[in-house]
C-alpha cells in the first residue's frame, strides 16, 4: 500500500508502527489511535463549518441580487474569521437569573449532538469513524441531544421568549423525527442493514431510483429537523426574537450558529449517504480520496437544495407546520414503508424489482396528488360560503 | 475483567434510589421519574443476566426491548393523567388528589 | 485495576449520583436532567455489555422521548408547586430506611448465590446479535406474541393518552 492509493490508510499505519516501536501497551495505542481519529473528525467537521458559512452567505446573496462579503480576503473567504474574532472579543453574559450549568451546557450539547453524527459517517471505502452495526438508529438517537440542548438553552435562559422558542422547537422537532426515522428505515430495508458503510455498499444502484419519495420526504423532515426557513418558527425574529438563544452571546451563541450550520451540512451528507450512493463513484473503490471528494460533491448538493429552499420559501404558520406533518408526511411515509417492504419481500432478486417499487413511488404519490387535490376544493367551496374574507376584527 | 455482581450491585442500588423517590416524592411527576429509574435497574439486571448467564440465547435482550414498551406507554399514560389533574384541580401533588379516598 | 473496570466504575458512580440527585432535587427540571445523565448511564452500560441496539434505543427512547416529555409536563404543571418546601411525605425517613435494607439485604442475598461473581464469557464475533433479536422477536418459536401485545399496548397508551390529556370542550 502506497501513499497515493490510501493515503489514510498509510499515515495511520505509519503512526501505529510508530507507537508500537515506542513500546507501549497495544491498549494504549488503540487508544491513542481512536483519540487521534476522533479529534481528525471532529476539526474536519469544525472547520468545514468556516467555508460552509461563507458559502451560505455567497449563495443566499446570489439569490438575492447581492454580492455578499467579498472585503475579507478573495471573494470575502476571510469573512468568517473576521466574525469569529468578533464573537470572541463579544461579551460573555450570563444572565441574572439563568440557571448557570445548563446555560453553559446547552450550547457544547448543541455542537457534540451533530459532531456525533460524524462518528459514523463512511467518507470513502475503508474510511470511517466506527462502523458500527445500527449506525442509521444511533443518527436518530444522538439527534435527541440536539432537541435536549434546545430545552435547555430556553429553559434556562430565565426568558420567556427563549422559553416559547424552545417549546416550539420541541413540538417541530419531535414531530417530524418520526417521518424522519420512518424514511430512514428505508434505505435499511433495501441494504439489508443498518450499518451505514453496508448501506453505502449496497447502492450498485442509488437508492434514490427505487425511493424517490422517500428521499424526497428526507429531505423535507430535515429541514424541519435542523428549523431553517421554511421550518424556522423556533427562532422567528418577528415573533419570539430569538427564540431559544435569545439570551446567548458572543460564542455561546457563535456554537449554536456552527451548530446549525455543520447540521445543515450534515443533513447534505446523510442523504448523499442514504439516497445517492455515498461516496461510491467512479474509480472510488481504489482511489477512497475520490471517494471522499464524491461524497462531498454530492453533499454539497444537498446542502445547496436546503439552502436553496432557505432563500425562496417563507416561513409557514405553526398549525399549518404540524398538519403538514402528521396529517401528510406521516401516514404517507408509513404507507411508503409497508408497501415498499411488502413489494421488496414479493419481488426482490426478479427483474420486476426495480419497476415495482417506482409503480409503487408513483402510486402514493398520485394517491397524494389527488387527496390534496380534494382537500383544496373542499376548502375553497367552504371559503366561497363567506362573501368576505375574515378578518380579524378589533374587539 | 467485570463480574456480574458489579452490575447486580449497581442495578440494586438504582433500583433502591428510585423506591425511595417513588414512595417519599410528593410530587407526581417526580414519581414518574422514579418509576424509570426502577425499570431501568430491571433493564440492567436482564442484560447482565444475559450477557453472564446465557448469552447463546437472545431473551434477556428481547425482554429489555418490552420494558422498554412498558416504560413509554407508562410515561405517556402517566403523563396525561397528571395533566388532566393539574388541569382540574391544580395541583400535581400525590397527597392532594385524594377525591376518590374515603 | 484494568482501564474497563475504571470505566465502569467511573459509569456506575455517575449513574448512582444522578439516580440520586433525581430523588432528592427540589426543582424538577433539575431532576430531569439529571434523569437523563443516569439514562445515559444505563446505555453506557448496555455498550459495555455488548448490547449495543438496545443502549441506541435506550437514548432513542428515553432520553429522546421520555426525559424530554417529562422536561414539558414539568414546564406545563408549573406555578404554585414551584420551589414548595418539603418535597418529600412524611414518611420521607422510614422509606428511606426500609430502601437502604432493601438494598443490604439484597446484596446479601445475592452474594449467596454462587453464580454472584461469575466472568462473562466472550461472544463469537460470527454472531450478529441485532440479526438474532429481531428474528426472535417476530418469530413464532420466540417473542412475536409479547412483542405484538407490547405494540397493541403502545397504541392503547397513545390513544388513551390523547383521551385524557384532552381539554374537554366547552370549558
Given at each position: 500500500m502506497t501513499f497515493f492509493e490510501d493515503p489514510v490508510v498509510f499515515l495511520s499505519n505509519l503512526i501505529q508502527d510508530l507507537l508500537v516501536g515506542l513500546n507501549l501497551a497495544p491498549s494504549v495505542v488503540t487508544f491513542f489511535m481512536t483519540l487521534l481519529g476522533v479529534v481528525i473528525v471532529a476539526s474536519f467537521g469544525l472547520i468545514a463549518v468556516i467555508f460552509l458559512i461563507w458559502l451560505e452567505r455567497k449563495v443566499a446573496a446570489r439569490f438575492q441580487d447581492r454580492i455578499g462579503p467579498n472585503r475579507a480576503g478573495p471573494y470575502g473567504l476571510l469573512q468568517t474569521f473576521a466574525d469569529i474574532i468578533k464573537l470572541i472579543t463579544k461579551e460573555d453574559i450570563t444572565p441574572d437569573n439563568a440557571d448557570k450549568v445548563a446555560f453553559n451546557i446547552a450550547p457544547i450539547l448543541s455542537v457534540v449532538s451533530v459532531l456525533l453524527i460524524w462518528a459514523v459517517i463512511p467518507f470513502a471505502s475503508g474510511w470511517i469513524g466506527s462502523d458500527i452495526n445500527v449506525g442509521v438508529l444511533y443518527i436518530g438517537a444522538v439527534g435527541s441531544f440536539g432537541i435536549l440542548s434546545v430545552l435547555m438553552a430556553g429553559w434556562s435562559s430565565n426568558n420567556k421568549y427563549a422559553l416559547l422558542g424552545a417549546f416550539r422547537a420541541v413540538a417541530q422537532l419531535i414531530s417530524y423525527e418520526v417521518p424522519m426515522l420512518i424514511t430512514l428505515l428505508i434505505p435499511v430495508l433495501l441494504a439489508r442493514t443498518m450499518g451505514l458503510m453496508g448501506i453505502v455498499e449496497a447502492q450498485s444502484t442509488w437508492f434514490v431510483v427505487y425511493a424517490p419519495l422517500p428521499a424526497l420526504i428526507f429531505l423535507i423532515s430535515s429541514i424541519a429537523e435542523i428549523g431553517r426557513t421554511p421550518f424556522d418558527l423556533l427562532e422567528a425574529e418577528s415573533e419570539i426574537v430569538a427564540g431559544f438563544h435569545t439570551e446567548y452571546t458572543g460564542m455561546k451563541f457563535g456554537l449554536f450558529f456552527a451548530g446549525e450550520f455543520l447540521h445543515a451540512f450534515t443533513i447534505g451528507v446523510l442523504t448523499a449517504i442514504l439516497f445517492f450512493g455515498g461516496w461510491r463513484g467512479p474509480g472510488a473503490e481504489t482511489y477512497p480520496v475520490l471517494g471522499v471528494i464524491y461524497l462531498m460533491l454530492k453533499a454539497l448538493g444537498g446542502y445547496f437544495i436546503v439552502m436553496w429552499v432557505r432563500t425562496t420559501l417563507p416561513r409557514i404558520r405553526i398549525d399549518h407546520m404540524l398538519n403538514f406533518n402528521w396529517k401528510l408526511l406521516v401516514p404517507v411515509t408509513l404507507a411508503l414503508l409497508m408497501l415498499i417492504a411488502v413489494l421488496d419481500k414479493a419481488f426482490a432478486g426478479t427483474a420486476l424489482y426495480l419497476p415495482a417499487l417506482i409503480a409503487a413511488n408513483l402510486v402514493v404519490f398520485a394517491g397524494l396528488m389527488v387527496a390534496l387535490r380534494q382537500l383544496a376544493v373542499r376548502q375553497r367551496k367552504e371559503r366561497k360560503r363567506f362573501k368576505k374574507r375574515p378578518v380579524a376584527k378589533p374587539a | 475483567m467485570i463480574p456480574l455482581s458489579w452490575y447486580l450491585i449497581l442495578a440494586a442500588g438504582l433500583f433502591c434510589i428510585g423506591f425511595y423517590g417513588v414512595l417519599a416524592r410528593r410530587n407526581a411527576i417526580a414519581i414518574l421519574m422514579s418509576i424509570e429509574l426502577m425499570l431501568n435497574a430491571v433493564n440492567i439486571n436482564l442484560v447482565a443476566f444475559w450477557r453472564?448467564?446465557?448469552?447463546?440465547?437472545?431473551s434477556g435482550q428481547a425482554f429489555a426491548v418490552i420494558v422498554f414498551a412498558v416504560a413509554a406507554a407508562e410515561v405517556a399514560v402517566g403523563l396525561a393523567l397528571v395533566i388532566s389533574i393539574y388541569r382540574s384541580r391544580k395541583t400535581v401533588i400525590a397527597e392532594e388528589i385524594n377525591l376518590m379516598k374515603w | 485495576m484494568t482501564p474497563i473496570q475504571l470505566v465502569f466504575l467511573f459509569v456506575a458512580f455517575a449513574t448512582l449520583w444522578a439516580a440520586f440527585m433525581v430523588v432528592t432535587r427540589n426543582n424538577l427540571v433539575h431532576a430531569a436532567l439529571f434523569l437523563v445523565i443516569a439514562l445515559f448511564g444505563v446505555a453506557v452500560l448496555f455498550v459495555m455489555l455488548e448490547a449495543g441496539f438496545l443502549a441506541v434505543i435506550q437514548v432513542l427512547v428515553y432520553i429522546g422521548a421520555i426525559a424530554i416529555l417529562m422536561i414539558f409536563a414539568v414546564m406545563l404543571t408549573r406555578?404554585?408547586?414551584?420551589?414548595?418546601?418539603?418535597?418529600?411525605?412524611?414518611y420521607a425517613g422510614w422509606v428511606g430506611l426500609v430502601a437502604v435494607l432493601f438494598f443490604s439485604s439484597l446484596v446479601i442475598l445475592m452474594a449467596q448465590w454462587p453464580s454472584f461473581t461469575a466472568l462473562a464469557k466472550p461472544i463469537l464475533s460470527s454472531r450478529d446479535t441485532i440479526v438474532e433479536l429481531g428474528t426472535a422477536l417476530v418469530s413464532p418459536n420466540g417473542y412475536v406474541i409479547p412483542f405484538e401485545v407490547a405494540s397493541v399496548m403502545l397504541l392503547a397508551a397513545l390513544i388513551g393518552a390523547l383521551v385524557v390529556a384532552r381539554p374537554r370542550k366547552g370549558k
Open positions: - | 453472564f448467564l446465557a448469552p447463546e440465547s437472545i | 406555578g404554585d408547586v414551584d420551589d414548595i418546601p418539603d418535597i418529600t411525605n412524611r
